[in-house]
T-cell receptor, first 112, second 110 residues
Framework: AQTVTQSQPEMSVQEAETVTLSCTYD???????LFWYKQPPSRQMILVIR??????QNATENRFSVNFQKAAKSFSLKISDSQLGDTAMYFC?????????FGPGTRLSVLP | DSGVTQTPKHLITATGQRVTLRCSPR?????VYWYQQSLDQGLQFLIH???????AKGNILERFSAQQFPDLHSELNLSSLELGDSALYFC?????????FGSGTRLTVV
C-alpha cells in the first residue's frame, strides 16, 4: 500500500522568512507524481506544486520549491519569503495513476 | 472557479436519512475522484470513476455508493446517515497536469 507521512502537524514562520515542510512516502512504484496542495481557511484545495518522479530536477513555482529525493522517498516543500496568505493546511500527495493518496497535513501559520 | 462543480455547497440532514452529492468534472476530463475530509483531518479516498466505470475503491462504507453517468457527471449517494458522516466531501478530476478539486459539499448530520 502507498502511504504518505507528514511528520510536522503544525509549524509557524515569521512573515518574509523561509520554512520547509517535510513529506515522506512509501511505494514500490517507479513511475508516479508528487504534489503539494494548500487548503486555506476557505477549505478549497489549491495545487501548489507538482513533481514527476522521473525528473531529477526539482520543481519550482515562484516562492515555492521542492527537494525531491527519490531514493530516500522524500519530498519536502520550501516556501520562501513567507506571506500571511500562505497560512493554510498543506497536504503532500502521491499519485501513481490508480489512486491519489494524501498525507495527514501540516498546519502552517505565518506570523506578522 | 476550478472548473469542477459540486452541488450543493451545504447540506444539513438528520440521522438515518439519504443524500446525493453531485459533481461535474472539468470539460474534457473523464475521471472523477471522491474524497471525504472530516473535521481537521486529511482527505480519505472514497472512489474513482473513469468514463463511467469504477476504477478504484478506497475506504468507502457500504452505506455509500457512487456512479458516473454518460455525461460524465457523478453522484455520491450516502444512506442511513450517522453523525460521524458529517464531513466535507470533495470531488476532483484529473488531467495530465494533476488533480483539480471542486469546492466541496459540507454535509452536516444532526
Amino acid at each position: 500500500a502507498q502511504t504518505v507521512t507528514q511528520s510536522q502537524p503544525e509549524m509557524s514562520v515569521q512573515e518574509a522568512e523561509t520554512v520547509t515542510l517535510s513529506c515522506t512516502y512509501d511505494t514500490s512504484e517507479s513511475n508516479y507524481y508528487l504534489f503539494w496542495y494548500k487548503q486555506p481557511p476557505s477549505r478549497q484545495m489549491i495545487l501548489v506544486i507538482r513533481q514527476e518522479a522521473y525528473k531529477q530536477q526539482n520543481a519550482t513555482e515562484n516562492r515555492f520549491s521542492v527537494n525531491f529525493q527519490k531514493a530516500a522517498k522524500s519530498f519536502s516543500l520550501k516556501i520562501s519569503d513567507s506571506q500571511l496568505g500562505d497560512t493554510a493546511m498543506y497536504f503532500c500527495a502521491f499519485d501513481y495513476g490508480q489512486n491519489f493518496v494524501f498525507g495527514p497535513g501540516t498546519r502552517l501559520s505565518v506570523l506578522p | 472557479d476550478s472548473g469542477v462543480t459540486q452541488t450543493p455547497k451545504h447540506l444539513i440532514t438528520a440521522t438515518g436519512q439519504r443524500v446525493t452529492l453531485r459533481c461535474s468534472p472539468r470539460s474534457g476530463d473523464l475521471s472523477v475522484y471522491w474524497y471525504q475530509q472530516s473535521l481537521d483531518q486529511g482527505l480519505q479516498f472514497l472512489i474513482h470513476y473513469y468514463n463511467g466505470e469504477e476504477r478504484a475503491k478506497g475506504n468507502i462504507l457500504e452505506r455509500f455508493s457512487a456512479q458516473q453517468f454518460p455525461d460524465l457527471h457523478s453522484e455520491l449517494n450516502l444512506s442511513s446517515l450517522e453523525l460521524g458522516d458529517s464531513a466535507l466531501y470533495f470531488c476532483a478530476s484529473r488531467d495530465r497536469a494533476g488533480y483539480t478539486f471542486g469546492s466541496g459539499t459540507r454535509l452536516t448530520v444532526v
